[in-house]
């Protein structure tokens, strides 16, 4: 008679969890898109974009960040030197007794300066023609491929800290290119994603 086996139980425990938060809305949220735009004006708005402070309406939702994390044990805080993320960053600090500590890899991943001979338009479609432009590995700025090597970088950087709960406040699009550079990690589980002006997006980092 065969000898029965029992199944390997295989028990996956949590030793790291990080609260991926992005900046509470900002006066650069609500500008309006269909507005006429030159190049010119363009240009500067991106040049200014580290400057955008928070909204009365952004204000009231990074408090409401401090409630959803009331039940987090947040050991460190970390935050992108922009205003509007150093702004939601520092109400969560006071509501944990801790100081934002800047990074500045943590920065908005931002388009391009478009040349002075390119045509004006509404700001949606000078936006999206330059981001569009940041996938050709030519010309100055940043392109994706190095917006998403940064993004890994910096995580890996961050998450090498010994402790068991953090925070980052940064932007929609460096947090994409985190939670994208994850998905297909073994040792990191996305459990909720959330890039909306204050979402958090938790990522637990488990061993088996």
Known sequence: MGQLHSPILCISFV????????????????????????????????????????????????YQVVKKLATARIERLYSSPFVRTLATARTIGAAFGLTPELVDDLREVLPRPMSERRRPGSLRRLLLQSYLEMFWPWGAGETWLLSYRRAQTVWAQLTSEPVTEMAIVSHRGLISLILFSLRHRRDWQVLTSDISNGGISIVTRTRV
């Not at 500008?31 to 708005?45: A, K, P, S």
Request: charged content about 25%; aromatic content about 6%.
């Open 15 to 62: 030793t790291m969890k990080v609260y991926l938060i992005r900046h509470a809305q900002s006066e650069e949220n609500v500008l309006d898109l269909r507005v006429y735009t030159t190049i010119n004006d363009f240009n500067n708005l991106v040049r200014r974009s580290h400057t955008a402070p928070l909204t009365s309406e952004g204000e009231r939702q990074a």
